[in-house]
């Protein structure tokens, strides 16, 4: 295992091994609290060009599932088709694994998938740094290469063009009502939540113009980056709303859209939601969800037009969860009710959107 060094752009510098690929990579340092789930993490497109701290000490423990695909072309066990994570940084890699459904170690994945890995950082630390300054962008740099500086950014960058499909892909054909779903950089459980509910799913790349074609509901996936990287499909929004009252739902990245397209405008949180713990309010009620999230943007709740309100409320910060309109059946959410790995208190937004297509 290979001595290596990620050095935030500050100049803190934390000293670890090298477990997966070995080679420099740079990125958007981010941590995650959530206790399981590095495989769906990992796969999640919204981690692209994010270098992924787990604060959960043990990670590997229990290996990684095999890469199935089911019938219908999505995988069984993961959030995509491959790692979109740039980086892994954990506290204690577990080399020795042990799960019914392990196929093999963490450490062979990432080494298959070309994804650096770092273990002995001391992520408590590191998540402390974060949190005091901000995510910033780091540097894994190999010890015996000290010359090889890589170098990445973040910022002003369309990670959402990156990872969305490219063409129209159609699944449960015929099954009933057509969705329309928004591939931002959608996961796989998303899909898998909309045609278990019996609908037909056509999922179009994030700047196709789907007004032009027939179909009841219109859904938002999630997706990586600064949203403000995504005019086109705020423009295409837009004419969806000003033409139809089709239903809209969105997740996370989704949120953020819709919110845009209704006027309002969105911020860079200090150091983002990445958890599964995460509280949150359903206004005007007493209700409150443990939730699962991942993203480093939030809505301006302030600058929403006077046709919107807010849905959820972040019971930590006050940031927000969801809107929906006034009079039209557009809701989303910020948090992901689809939730794998993670808590599935939410997935009634699944519910209520199938039951406005009627």
């Not at 590095?38 to 060009?49: I, K, Q, R």
């Not at 409150?288 to 972040?314: K, M, P, R």
């Amino acid at each position: 295992m290979k001595n290596v060094t990620l050095v935030l752009e500050d100049g803190t510098r934390f000293c670890g091994k090298s477990f997966g690929y070995d080679t420099p990579i740079a990125g958007e340092v981010v941590f995650n609290t959530a206790m399981t789930g590095y495989p769906e993490s990992l796969t999640d497109p919204s981690y692209a060009g994010q270098l992924m701290a787990m604060t959960y000490p043990l990670v590997g423990n229990y290996g990684v599932p095999p890469f199935s695909i089911e019938q219908d072309g999505i995988p069984t066990f993961m959030e995509g088709e491959k790692i979109y994570a740039s980086a892994l940084i954990v506290s204690d890699y577990s080399a020795c694994y042990s799960h019914w459904n392990a196929q093999k170690s963490l450490a062979s994945w990432l080494k298959r998938e070309h994804v650096p890995g770092i273990t002995g950082v001391d992520t408590r630390e590191l998540t402390k740094v974060l949190r005091e300054h901000g995510v910033m962008m780091g540097q894994i740099i190999f010890d015996d290469e000290p010359d090889n500086i890589p170098t990445a950014h973040y910022e002003g960058v369309n990670f959402v063009d990156q990872v969305s499909c490219k063409e129209v892909m159609t699944y449960h054909t015929g099954a009933g009502k057509k969705v329309v779903l928004v591939d931002c950089g959608v996961k796989a459980n998303i899909i898998r939540c909309l045609i278990n509910r019996g609908v037909e799913v056509i999922r179009v790349p994030w700047n196709y113009d789907y007004t032009t074609i027939d179909f009841d509901g219109l859904f938002l996936g999630n997706g990586p980056g600064n949203p403000d990287m995504c005019e086109e499909a705020v423009t295409i929004l837009r004419k969806q709303l000003d033409s139809s009252r089709k239903p809209i739902c969105g997740i996370c990245m989704g949120n953020q859209l819709l919110a845009k397209a209704g006027g309002a405008s969105i911020y860079k949180l200090k150091y983002g939601h990445r958890s599964h713990n995460q509280p949150v309010r359903m206004v005007g009620t007493d209700n409150c969800y443990i939730t699962s999230q991942n993203h480093g943007y939030a809505v301006d709740a302030t600058t929403l037009g006077q046709d919107w309100e807010e849905l959820f409320v972040n019971m930590n910060d006050g940031s927000n969860e969801g809107i929906r309109h006034k009079t039209n059946p557009w809701f989303t959410s910020q948090f992901h009710p689809e939730a794998c790995s993670g808590p599935v208190d939410t997935e009634f937004m699944f519910d209520k959107f199938i039951e406005s297509l009627k």
